[in-house]
């Protein structure tokens, strides 16, 4: 999978591509409108993917995504966005020199996406 792009499809498809125990945070602001089945599949996923020290949090707002640095206190931590929309948290990972995956379905958005956070710099 990799690191620090806006990747243009289904999460619920992506997500079988990530290795088991790989991401150290999830951030994602859920779709309402998704029958419960795929929640429970993606729940299933969430937890195959986690790291034991793994986290999630569920909200959209750069006030917020900005206060989690503390948690990403690793340079090389991986943050999974689920449901990228405009790149907002793959934005903050980027200033906060965060290696981020994100999935986005809607093209439009990851074009917007893609415009916010074009000149990634990640220090490894």
């Known amino acids: 999978m990799p690191l620090n792009k806006v990747l243009c499809s289904d999460t619920f498809y992506l997500i079988k591509d990530i290795e088991d125990n790989s991401i150290n945070c999830i951030i994602f ?55 990228s929309g405009s790149g907002v948290v793959s934005e903050v990972c980027s200033k906060l020199k965060r290696n981020s995956i994100a999935f986005e379905i809607d093209r439009k958005r990851v074009q917007i996406a893609k415009e916010r956070i074009e000149n990634w710099v990640i220090q490894k």
Do not use: H, Q, T
């Not at 707002?61 to 449901?83: A, T």
């Open 29 to 83: 602001d859920p779709l309402f409108d998704i029958e419960i089945e795929k929640y429970k599949f993606l729940v299933s996923e969430i937890y195959r993917v986690f790291k034991d020290s793994g986290c999630v949090y569920s909200f959209m707002n750069w006030k917020r995504i900005c206060e989690c640095k503390s948690i990403l206190s690793e340079k090389l931590n991986i943050v999974l966005d689920l449901f």
